[in-house]
Structures are given as structure tokens and as C-alpha cells.
């Protein structure tokens, strides 16, 4: 007992220090680049490649050849920690305390999609996830189990959700939203999971996915329901302290939760407080999934955990979707989205960049969102994770700052999405974009997208940066029909030009814009009334002004 209680003090000073002992990286305070890729269950089998094909005889050693190319893949890139999923409403491993996807009637009838192909896997002896884990070590990755807290997808399929939540609706929030956490059975649920993991797998840390879905509680339990998850977190801590001594090396815990302090304590999570008792040392704050919302606020944070707290890692989240205004079109992130996402969040003293939803290959080709570039300069998907977390590499090329808004929103929270917004004549609209550091040259272009009301397309707009006028520019072009998405007529689109029924860019004075927060006015200056639903900064360090 004495061992274990020396061996627990002596790795608690190193339970955040995520690949610690790697260079650092210029531009970032003799901090190396640190990315975070969390892989999801349905991702790790869906994009798995394999000599011949998993449902048509692929053997055994090709199916644990293509698992470690799914670790392999990272390799070279500023990935430092890989979060492998290994549930849903269901266990994608062979679990003793969940229902796995292959606890059916009939496997062979009926388990169907992605999960078919854990069942093919768990068929030649193979855990996925002790393999992932273990090439990862090898290739000198930090591997975790992340668990989906709350997750609903699927909740049609029988075959897909758990036992508990078909035969017992008691235990959910709502009909449709997600298990209560109010309900001790529900808890219990999910702390046996943590807790095999733990037993099953020796991995750095447990990630706590509430952000799948963040909805844990009914509106009326939401107070009390920050006390129940705070001591949800103390038992998953002691948890992965016990860990800790078994495996003899850290074992953490993360949290992915919602952007800001106020919207996580609004849902039900005092995050700020599992840092500040030092049950948590990866905390996530991010939004839901569309859009991505670039502006975390990490000082906030920062502030609200206080300097008494240390040792823990801050590392905010972005999705692959980027949106305007609800309901508007929305692009996937490209290399310029992820360029200001790392340079915003680094510049605000994050340690790392998350990415959630990017599981795609390396070798996956990814469509740069500039209007004279799309579809044609294209990037591997490889890239842009050697630019997340790098600032310097997040300076080195052009990046889109683009204005979208945190879902979900608690009750009783005073927030409003900041688009759609109307602008008239002498009617300006007011938004505030952060941009990172204060480009020393090159080109800054305001881009402002508008909807189809009348007038729009012959419209003048006054556009001011920081009380600066700004320059109006020939309308953004549409992508031919040929060049289309394959999603054609769906809100998905790949170029700027088609956020919007038009999109007007405006050159904007280098002098005038700031280090940080940049707030920019649109009004109409000839024309009847007009609503903005797009608005970004695009920042290009190399264009002449």
C-alpha cells in the first residue's frame, strides 16, 4: 500500500505531460506542435484498408496489417495523442459489462453497417483497439479509450442501442435526447465501462466524450446535476489513479465539454472546477459538431481555473464543419480554416489543438476554400495535421477566420448567434472575429456573405475593420457545374463563392487590423435593407496588399 501511494505522487507531477519529452517547436514558446485526433469507433473500420477486402476473406494478418496503418498513418505529422472511440450506445470490444454490436439474434442477419465489420474482426480473435494501442506505443503515439457519453445515434435500430435505453425510457432526459444522469443506474452504466477499460487496456488516459451529446440531464435537475457529475469525475479519477499504479506509468483523464465556462455550467458540467480539484488534466472545450466554433475563449478559462491550478492541458476542439448562420450552407474545414483555428487558439495560450470528426486517411484529398483555388489547388489531409498545433506553420500560409456560433445553448444563458444579422441603410451590424497574431504583411480581405432578398445582388455595402474603411472587390465567383460537389443542390458546398447567394470581398488596410479580437461594421450604403449570413477574415501572409 506504501508503493502504491509513492508511485501515485510520483507520476502525478507528469499525468498532463502529453509527449513531454519531444523538441520543441519555434514560434510556440519551446512548445512542440500537439495535435489530438480523436478516432472514432465507426471511422477506425470504416476507412480500414485492407489487402483484400474485410467482408470477401481478408485473413488475419491483413486485418492486423491495416489496423497498424490506421496508427502508422500519423507518423510525421504534429499528431502527438490518438483517442480511439470504443463506443456508441454499444461496445465496439469484446465487453463483459456492455452489449457489444454483435449481441444480436442473429450476427450474421443481423448486424449490418460499420459494426459488421468489428463483428468480422472479433471473429479471427482480433481486439482493434489492443492493436491500435499497441502499434501506437511503437511508433511513439499516445494512445487513449475515449467514451461517448451520451451518444444518440441510431436510437431506431434495436440492433444499434443499448438494452437500457429500450426497455427502460424512465432513464432518459426526453424521448429522443439522451440517458439522465440524475438516475444512478445510469452512472453505474458507464462507470463499469471506465472501469473495464482500465482492466482491459493499457493506455495513458480515458477520455470523457459529454460533448456526445451534451444534453445529461432535464432542465429542472440541471443544478444539482453539476454536483452529480463532479463526483461521476472523482470516481473516474480514482479510477485511473488505481491504473496508474497497476500499469506504472500516468494514467489521465480528459473531458470534452462545451466552448466556454458558462455554457458547460449551464449544461451541467462545473469543468472548471474538475480542473481546479485536479480530477481532470485534459480539458477539451469545444462545440457539438456544426459548425466548429473558432473561438474558444481560453484566457476565460484560463481566468476561471485560477493560477493554483497546474500540471493540466488546455486544448481546444474543432469539428470539420464550418457555418455561418443556422440553417445556412457550410463547408468542411481546409487547410486555411485549420491555419486560424491553430494560430487563434495558440495565440490565446492553448497547449494543443483536438480535432474531432477528422479520421479520414491521410492520403484523403482536401479542397482549399479560396475563391480563385477551389476546387484547384488541392492538399492530402496529411497536411493539414503537420499545420495543426503548429504556429508556425499556421503563419506560413493563407487562413480563413470565419464567424459561426456555439451549439448547443443552455437555458437561461444570454446568447444570441450573432448570424443572421440585418444591415440597412444607417443600420450597421456589429461582429467581433479573432484573428491571432497581427499579420506584419501581405493581404487582408473581409469577405461578407449575403442572403437572397431583394436588391441583394446590385446592393453596395460600407464595411469598416476596426473603425478603417475598407475597399470593395469584384463578387467572389460560383464553381461551375462541372466542378460542383457531389452533393449537388445540398447545403455542403467547396468554394467561399457559394456560401452565400453572393459574397462580396473587401480589401481592408494591414494597419488596421489588431493581434486578437477584430471587430468589423456592415452597413448598407446604397440599396434597400440586406441580411449577412457569412462573414470571415481571410488572412493571406504572402499576397501583395
Given amino acids: 500500500m506504501a508503493l502504491a501511494i509513492l508511485l501515485l505522487a510520483g507520476l502525478a507531477g507528469v499525468r498532463s505531460a502529453i509527449s513531454a519529452d519531444a523538441p520543441p517547436s519555434q514560434g510556440q514558446g519551446g512548445r512542440r506542435p500537439r495535435a489530438i485526433v480523436n478516432q472514432a469507433a465507426d471511422a477506425l473500420v470504416g476507412y480500414l484498408r485492407t489487402e483484400q477486402p474485410l467482408e470477401e476473406g481478408a485473413t488475419k494478418e491483413m486485418i492486423l496489417a491495416g489496423l497498424r496503418q490506421v496508427v502508422d498513418q500519423y507518423v510525421g505529422t504534429n499528431v502527438s495523442d490518438v483517442f480511439f472511440n470504443v463506443c456508441y450506445q454499444r461496445a465496439a470490444h469484446a465487453s463483459e459489462v456492455w452489449e457489444t454490436y454483435w449481441d444480436v439474434d442473429d450476427p450474421e442477419r443481423d448486424v449490418t453497417g460499420w459494426p459488421r465489420r468489428y463483428w468480422l474482426i472479433h471473429r479471427h480473435g482480433i481486439d482493434p483497439f489492443a492493436v491500435c494501442i499497441a502499434r501506437s506505443r511503437e511508433k511513439g503515439l499516445s494512445p487513449w479509450v475515449s467514451l461517448r457519453m451520451n451518444d444518440t445515434h441510431y436510437i431506431d435500430d434495436p440492433n444499434k442501442t443499448s438494452r437500457l435505453w429500450r426497455e427502460h425510457p424512465e432513464l432518459r432526459t426526453s424521448g429522443r435526447r439522451g440517458f439522465d444522469y440524475a438516475r444512478p443506474e445510469v452512472r453505474r452504466r458507464y462507470l463499469s465501462l471506465i472501469d473495464e477499460l482500465l482492466h482491459r487496456y493499457d493506455v495513458d488516459g480515458v477520455e470523457l466524450d459529454w460533448m456526445r451529446f451534451a444534453h445529461h440531464f432535464k ?70 459538431w456544426n459548425p466548429s466554433y473558432p473561438d474558444v475563449p481560453v484566457q476565460r478559462w484560463r481566468e476561471r481555473i485560477g493560477p493554483e491550478a497546474n500540471g493540466y492541458l488546455l486544448a481546444p476542439g474543432t469539428d470539420l464543419w464550418i457555418r455561418g448562420a443556422p440553417g445556412g450552407r457550410y463547408m468542411r474545414t481546409d487547410m486555411e480554416t485549420m491555419r486560424a483555428f491553430t494560430a487563434t487558439m495558440l495565440d490565446r495560450g492553448a497547449d494543443a489543438v483536438y480535432l474531432f470528426n477528422h479520421f479520414v ?185
Avoid at 227 to 235: A, C, I, N, W
Avoid at 263 to 268: D, I, M, P, S, V
Avoid at 488 to 495: I, L, T
Wanted: net charge neutral; proline share 11%.
Fill in 219 to 288: 432542465p429542472e435537475d440541471v443544478e444539482r446535476g453539476r454536483g452529480v457529475l463532479t463526483e461521476f469525475t472523482r470516481k473516474a479519477r480514482r479510477m485511473a489513479d488505481e491504473a496508474t499504479v497497476r500499469y506504472g506509468h500516468a494514467v489521465r483523464l480528459a473531458a470534452r465539454v462545451p466552448a466556454t465556462p458558462e455554457f458547460a455550467e449551464g449544461l451541467g458540467m462545473d469543468a472548471v472546477a474538475w480542473v481546479q480539484e485536479g480530477l481532470v488534466d485534459v480539458l477539451i472545450p469545444c462545440s457539438t
Fill in 361 to 545: 486517411p491521410v492520403r484523403f484529398t482536401l479542397a482549399y476554400g479560396g475563391p480563385a483555388d477551389a476546387p484547384g489547388n488541392r492538399h492530402v489531409y496529411a497536411d493539414l495535421l503537420r499545420a495543426a498545433g503548429s504556429m508556425e506553420r499556421a503563419l506560413a500560409g493563407p487562413r480563413r477566420h470565419v464567424l459561426t456560433y456555439h451549439d448547443p445553448v443552455p437555458r437561461r444563458v444570454d446568447y444570441r448567434k450573432p448570424l443572421p444579422a440585418e444591415i440597412g441603410p444607417g443600420q450597421a451590424a456589429r461582429f467581433h472575429l479573432p484573428v491571432g497574431p497581427k499579420p506584419p504583411g501581405g493581404r487582408v480581405t473581409i469577405r461578407v456573405g449575403l442572403d437572397e432578398l431583394p436588391g441583394h445582388g446590385e446592393a453596395e455595402l460600407a464595411v469598416r475593420l476596426n473603425g478603417a474603411e475598407c475597399r470593395a472587390g469584384e463578387d467572389l465567383p460560383r464553381l461551375q457545374p462541372r466542378e460542383s460537389p457531389p452533393k449537388r443542390g445540398s447545403y455542403e458546398v467547396w468554394s467561399v463563392g457559394d456560401v452565400a447567394p453572393r459574397v462580396v470581398p473587401f480589401a481592408a488596410p494591414l494597419a488596421a487590423v489588431e493581434r486578437g479580437r477584430n471587430t468589423v461594421e456592415i452597413e448598407v450604403a446604397r440599396g434597400g435593407s440586406q441580411r449577412v449570413v457569412w462573414l470571415e477574415i481571410h488572412v493571406d501572409p504572402a499576397a501583395a496588399p
